[in-house]
């Protein structure tokens, strides 16, 4: 019942933001995204990507870094019954706020599930970024380009590797390679080019 802090590389040029500790896995392992399905899902295609250095995550002392690459949530302590109240996410806010004030190299982040979606966008735009589009709508794929005067930092949605949509194949490995896969085609050209896309894809 402890918060879970983030994890990753203090100088990542990507964030992930999810949703809250899992009660059967960060919950029990301190460490996001270890321990349970979701983390099972997210590894391996975080290693596939090159963003991790092994593809299993079981525990805190299991040796797995992560490369260019940062994992935070919206709230910090896992919720009832995995839904975070409005009171939880104003309270757990500040520090998303403070993470993405200290990522200085942050040029995209990948928020899972509509709730670490809509904690990004409302914490680009209380740090005075303009978003492109202004009301960006959650759905797998979906990107809005968030601009301020001294950056531009893309915003790519996925789909939550919860163990709900990848064993009913709302989300599959394809789907969710081709989100880091576009994630790295961003790290890899500079300055960012990336233009908001609006594509068919179901809201969740």
Known sequence: GKPVPAFGDASARVALVGLAPGAHGSNRTGRPFTGDASGGFLYPALHRAGFATQP?????????????????????????????????????????????????????????GSIGFGATVRALRERGYALEPERP???????????????????IASYHP????????KLTKPMFDAIFSRAAAVLSR???????????????
């Open 56 to 112: 299993n995550a079981t525990h805190r002392d299991d040796g797995v870094r992560l490369r260019d690459c940062f994992i935070t949530a919206a709230v910090r302590c896992a919720p009832p019954q995995n839904k975070p109240t409005p009171k939880q996410l104003r309270n757990c806010f500040p520090y998303l706020l403070e993470e993405f004030d200290a990522l200085r190299h942050l040029r995209v982040v990948v928020a899972l």
């Open 137 to 155: 709508q959650f759905a797998h794929a979906a990107e809005c380009v968030a601009r301020r005067s001294d950056r531009e930092i893309l915003v």
């Open 162 to 169: 919860s163990r709900q949509n990848t064993n009913t194949g």
């Open 190 to 204: 500079a300055p960012a080019t990336a233009s908001p896309t609006r594509p068919k894809a179901r809201p969740s």
